[in-house]
Nanobody, 126 residues
Framework: QVQLAESGGGLEQAGGSLTLSCAASGGIFSNYAMGWFRQAPGKEREFVTAINWSGTPAYGNAVRGRFTIARDNAKNTVSLQMSSLKPEDTAVYFC????????????????????WGQGTQVTVSS
């Protein structure tokens, strides 16, 4: 069983930056692709970014060029650096793990991810 815990959310002004972190425990972290999703009130959960076991990332269209995902397999952590924040980035951000092993494919569907954190709120004011 894998446990994921997000941290680093908060309130930021438009144009500012925030960094989220996700700590994993209970599994072989280096075997998992890791993803970040977000969900705003009344909306479906949206793919933000993901990174495979070797460090190759993929980004959703809404955040490409502004957000950066990184992982540290030695510390079992994955981070999301967010810059040039916009009010539409306001959402609960979730960390997720794809336990499908060391594959290069990165999935954008939430259903492909086996484990989820509780989420952390990010609010961007205009």
């Amino acid at each position: 069983q894998v446990q994921l815990a997000e941290s680093g959310g908060g309130l930021e002004q438009a144009g500012g930056s925030l960094t989220l972190s996700c700590a994993a425990s209970g599994g072989i972290f280096s075997n998992y692709a890791m993803g970040w999703f977000r969900q705003a009130p009344g909306k479906e959960r949206e793919f933000v970014t993901a990174i495979n076991w070797s460090g190759t990332p993929a980004y959703g269209n809404a955040v490409r060029g502004r957000f950066t995902i990184a992982r540290d397999n030695a510390k079992n952590t994955v981070s999301l650096q967010m810059s040039s924040l916009k009010p539409e980035d306001t959402a609960v951000y979730f960390c997720a793990a794809d336990s499908g092993g060391r594959r290069t494919t990165l999935y954008t569907s939430p259903g492909r991810y086996s484990y989820w954190g509780q989420g952390t709120q990010v609010t961007v004011s205009s």
